[in-house]
T-cell receptor, first 111, second 117 residues
Framework: QKEVEQNSGPLSVPEGAIASLNCTYS??????FFWYRQYSGKSPELIMS????GDKEDGRFTAQLNKASQYVSLLIRDSQPSDSATYLC???????????FGTGTQLKVEL | GAVVSQHPSRVICKSGTSVKIECRSL??????MFWYRQFPKQSLMLMAT?????????EQGVEKDKFLINHASLTLSTLTVTSAHPEDSSFYIC?????????????FGPGTRLTVT
C-alpha cells in the first residue's frame, strides 16, 4: 500500500465549477498535511496546509481533513483555466519533518 | 516571504563530469533543506535531508558518494552530482523549511533541469 494515494486523473471540470481533489494516507501518526500545485515543467508551490480535523478556507481553496478516516481533500471553488495543473498531496511521516508526496492529480479546467 | 532560489535552472553536462546545484533561502533561515528528484510524469522522490552544519541523511537507494550534499549555512545548501551519467538526467528540486509552528511547511526552489549527454 502506498503511503499517500491520489487518483492520477485527469479530472476535468468546467470553468466556474467546484473541483474536488482527494488524498488518503496510511500513517496514522501523521500530523501535517499539505496541498501543492505544480504546473508542467515547474516546481511545486504550497497552496494549503492543514493540521487539525475540519475545514480550512483560504480564498477559493478549502482543505478538509479527517484523521479518523485518514483522508484529506482540496476543494477549488469557481475553477479557472489557470487552475489547470497537477495537485500534489503531501503528508508528514515518520514523526519528523519529512514529507511524503502522492503522485498527484492532474486537474483540467475547461472553458 | 518564503522564497527559495536555485541555480542553475538548466544545465547540460557530459557524462563523467560533476555538476553543482545551489539552493538558497532568500528571506528566511532554513534549518532544514531537502533535495528531491522528479522524473517525467512521476512524483517527487526525496533524495536527502540536510540540516545546517550536519551531515545529510540520505534516503534508501540514494548513493551518498554520488550525490554530495553540503549545508554550510542557514541559507545555502548545495548538491553535487559526481561522475554524472545519462540516467542522472532529471529535474532536481530543493526545498527549505524552518523551525517553529510551521516547521513542516516546505518551500520549493524553481528546480534545476539536468541533462547528461
Amino acid at each position: 500500500q502506498k503511503e499517500v494515494e491520489q487518483n492520477s486523473g485527469p479530472l476535468s471540470v468546467p470553468e466556474g465549477a467546484i473541483a474536488s481533489l482527494n488524498c488518503t494516507y496510511s500513517d496514522r501518526g501523521s500530523q501535517s498535511f499539505f496541498w501543492y500545485r505544480q504546473y508542467s515543467g515547474k516546481s511545486p508551490e504550497l497552496i494549503m496546509s492543514i493540521y487539525s480535523n475540519g475545514d480550512k478556507e483560504d480564498g477559493r481553496f478549502t482543505a478538509q481533513l479527517n484523521k479518523a478516516s485518514q483522508y484529506v481533500s482540496l476543494l477549488i471553488r469557481d475553477s479557472q483555466p489557470s487552475d489547470s495543473a497537477t495537485y500534489l498531496c503531501a503528508v508528514s511521516t515518520g514523526g519528523g519533518n519529512k514529507l511524503t508526496f502522492g503522485t498527484g492529480t492532474q486537474l483540467k479546467v475547461e472553458l | 516571504g518564503a522564497v527559495v532560489s536555485q541555480h542553475p535552472s538548466r544545465v547540460i553536462c557530459k557524462s563523467g563530469t560533476s555538476v553543482k546545484i545551489e539552493c538558497r533561502s532568500l528571506d528566511f533561515q532554513a534549518t532544514t533543506m531537502f533535495w528531491y528528484r522528479q522524473f517525467p510524469k512521476q512524483s517527487l522522490m526525496l533524495m536527502a535531508t540536510s540540516n545546517e552544519g550536519s551531515k545529510a541523511t540520505y534516503e534508501q537507494g540514494v548513493e551518498k558518494d554520488k550525490f554530495l550534499i553540503n549545508h554550510a549555512s542557514l541559507t545555502l545548501s548545495t548538491l553535487t552530482v559526481t561522475s554524472a551519467h545519462p540516467e542522472d538526467s532529471s529535474f532536481y528540486i530543493c526545498s527549505a523549511s524552518t523551525s517553529g509552528s510551521r516547521s513542516y511547511e516546505q518551500y520549493f526552489g524553481p528546480g534545476t533541469r539536468l541533462t547528461v549527454t
